[in-house]
């Protein structure tokens, strides 16, 4: 077997593991545990969007929600 294809061959094998590394998407959130109690904590979870519309008055004052952060 000739050198230079079985550089190539490994230059291409590699280069295949690279993109497939690098196109894997990271999970929605992160580990799942749970507590004392029978709690579960989710790491790495966003909080989902309010499903409550607005009062009027909220609307009408510009007024939002406040969250403490």
Known sequence: ????????ATA???????????ARRRPAIGSVTMGPGGWVSLKRAAQPPLREKR???????????????
């Not at 077997?1 to 190539?8: E, F, G, K, R, Y």
């Not at 291409?12 to 993109?19: D, L, M, Q, R, S």
């Not at 009062?55 to 952060?69: E, I, K, Q, T, Y």
């Open 1 to 8: 077997m000739d050198v230079t294809a079985l550089a190539a």
């Open 12 to 22: 291409v094998a590699v280069a295949g593991v690279a993109i497939a590394v690098a």
């Open 55 to 69: 009062p009027w008055w909220a609307h009408l004052l510009r007024a939002h929600r406040l969250v403490a952060s």
